[in-house]
């Protein structure tokens, strides 16, 4: 590998590592911060996805800016706001100020993360891409999985605050770093899509509000149907704009490509599972089984160190055996642990038990993140990968917002805070529902390969013509 490759992906891992990671950092630490900061379940539920909202939200935008203004030039002004935001978070004096700064957190990252992937995309020889691809979806996983741990080690050696404030020598690095080690590239879009990007911003805002606030307000509220019915319109009517607009941010003929739609389905479920339950189980070990975060992100060590050994494998061998086949059994996998932790959790049950599903949704969760990129990408043209790729990681993250949202409703509903066997009441059903809709994403990662490439290549262009 030349020196300039070298630098490409040790410069975009890094920073994919560090934005990713704070999607996850903070759920140990969510036991301290509620009582630090006196924060109720909405409050922790935005400390999450305050983040993954704007994340999700301005993907797009972030791999259409970079396109038009340069890749490089964008990819340093990101990693300037996600360095700011979190020494805003590391400073938040009340759990609404957290909260903003968590989404100021998620706009620098929604900028860097899909830059990650062009750049060092067009830096990759061909015959080399899914390779590099797959170490790609490797640290990605890496990163979701280390969150946990990560978040628990600094909050028992120092404070919440600093699993913010270790972003901030990273990112002073790697602004220098990026201004001087990488080339600069441009992509074809012309202009940004103003009215997509607020019409996104709003249906989906919509949508989490009413998800996230629903228990606390009730269901049938006029505040809680009114901001989902709200969100849906703007949706569909931001589907409409897409399809209409000259230059979309999202292009609706993407999903016309099988492996596309199905692509980002499979990632839609696996996040919302995923996301979801770690949000709960995270929080299990401490507020039930009275662990410090540290040793609460050591018990989930099994789920975390599995990626490490099996992300690279899965990697290199999705260009010969087909990565959605990798995805499929991954999926898999992470539904059956998520189900087998639903069915053994009780408020005492010893650690040993949960040993062999954690292990299991680790395996499942590398066998997704190695080669879902590299699916993905190869359904489109080279020139449209930024937007193929912002897609699929807002989509992602998009799964894990409505996941947190979803089962945190799920467990408010069934359980809460008081006890551990009234905490247990509504994590397991929350698990279950979970564990299904990852099965879900199962399903369409096989089906996939269900109508051979060839033809689908075939039947593009005519599709591209007929619209």
Known sequence: MNPKL????????????????????VTTALPVIRRDLHAGLSGLEWTVNAYTLTFAVLLLTGAALGDRLGRRRLFAIGLGVFTAASAAAALAPSIAALDVARALQGIGGAIVMPLTLTILSSAVPAEKRGLALGAWGGISGLAVAFGPLVGGAVVNGISWHWIFWLNVPFGLLLIPLALMRLDESHGPTQRLDLPGLVLASAGLFGIVWGLVRGNEVGWGSAQIVGSLAAGLAVLAAFVAWEM????????????????????????????????GAIFLLAQFFQTVQGYSPLASGVRILPWTVMPMFVAPVAGALSDRIGGHKIIGVGLALQALGLAWIAAVTTPTAPYWELVGPFSISGIGMALFFAPVANVVLSAVRPEEQGQASGANNAVRELGGVFGVAVLAAVFSAYGGYGTGEHFVAGMNPAVWIGAGVVALGSLAAFAIGKRPRTQEQRLEPALEAAA
């Open 6 to 25: 070298l630098w490409t992906f040790a410069i975009t891992s890094t920073a994919l590592f560090m934005t990713t990671l704070d999607n996850l950092v």
């Open 244 to 275: 209409r607009t000259p230059e979309p941010m999202l292009p609706m003929r993407f999903f016309r490509n099988r492996t596309f739609s199905l692509a980002n389905a499979a990632s839609l479920f696996m996040s919302f599972g995923m996301f």
